[in-house]
Antibody
Framework: EVQLVESGGGLVQPGRSMKLSCAAS????????MAWVRQAPKKGLEWVAY????????YYRDPVKGRFTISRDNAKSTLYLQMDSLRSEDTATYYC??????????WGQGVMVTVSS | DIVMTQGALPNPVPSGESVSITCRSS???????????LNWYLQRPGQSPQLLIY???TRASGVSDRFSGSGSGTDFTLKISGVEAEDVGVYYC????????FGSGTKLEIK
């Protein structure tokens, strides 16, 4: 059974940093592209960042370019999202997902990030 | 960015009725490989989204055959045949042709 378990969220002040992790199991992690998708409170879904199966390619949504960094450790089956210079508009639940030909196949339970002073 | 526009439903919908959820893209999602890169997801209350349909009309593993997807290059429909209580939630379409964008969601409530 595919499992994606996010961690590392919480309350952070504007301008500070936070790093999210996603522990994957139940599938061959190194074979899959991965992504982070977020959902602001009471809002819709927004793709944030993508990384290829081997980490060789990364893509970001414009509002987070230069502030967020997606990475992975295939030996540990873990996905990361380093978030710097956080803003109030980054407040959201962040979901870790597998990606197969631009389809978000499997989703984690999500982790809440609140950016507030 | 490609803009995805979803229609609304006349909620609440009587249990057992069939409904169609519409989605329109600002650009054709038909790619040169013959696939149409349009996906559908359901987010039940308090849960993570789950994949229902990919490549416009292919059901994901374990998804009920009450769900079906159809469309052209820019206009798409998710049909639910005989809605049930477990179908309640918000349905999102998503394009996978350029970057990855979602529609704003369509809420389904059942009477």
């Amino acid at each position: 059974e595919v499992q994606l378990v996010e961690s590392g969220g919480g309350l952070v002040q504007p301008g500070r940093s936070m790093k999210l992790s996603c522990a994957a199991s139940g599938f061959t992690f190194s074979n899959y592209g991965m992504a982070w998708v977020r959902q602001a409170p009471k809002k819709g879904l927004e793709w944030v960042a993508y990384i290829s199966y081997d980490g060789g390619s990364t893509y970001y949504r414009d509002p987070v370019k230069g502030r967020f960094t997606i990475s992975r450790d295939n030996a540990k089956s873990t996905l990361y999202l380093q978030m710097d210079s956080l803003r109030s508009e980054d407040t959201a639940t962040y979901y870790c997902t597998t990606v197969r030909t631009t389809t978000f196949d499997y989703w984690g339970q999500g982790v809440m990030v609140t950016v507030s002073s | 960015d490609i803009v995805m526009t979803q229609g609304a439903l006349p909620n609440p919908v009587p249990s057992g009725e069939s409904v169609s959820i519409t989605c329109r893209s600002s650009k054709s999602l038909l790619y040169s490989d013959g696939k149409t890169y349009l996906n559908w997801y359901l987010q039940r209350p308090g849960q993570s989204p789950q994949l229902l349909i990919y490549w416009m009309s292919t059901r994901a593993s374990g998804v009920s055959d009450r769900f079906s997807g159809s469309g052209s290059g820019t206009d798409f429909t998710l049909k639910i045949s005989g809605v049930e209580a477990e179908d309640v939630g918000v349905y999102y379409c998503q394009q996978g042709l350029e970057l990855l964008t979602f529609g704003s969601g369509t809420k389904l409530e059942i009477k």
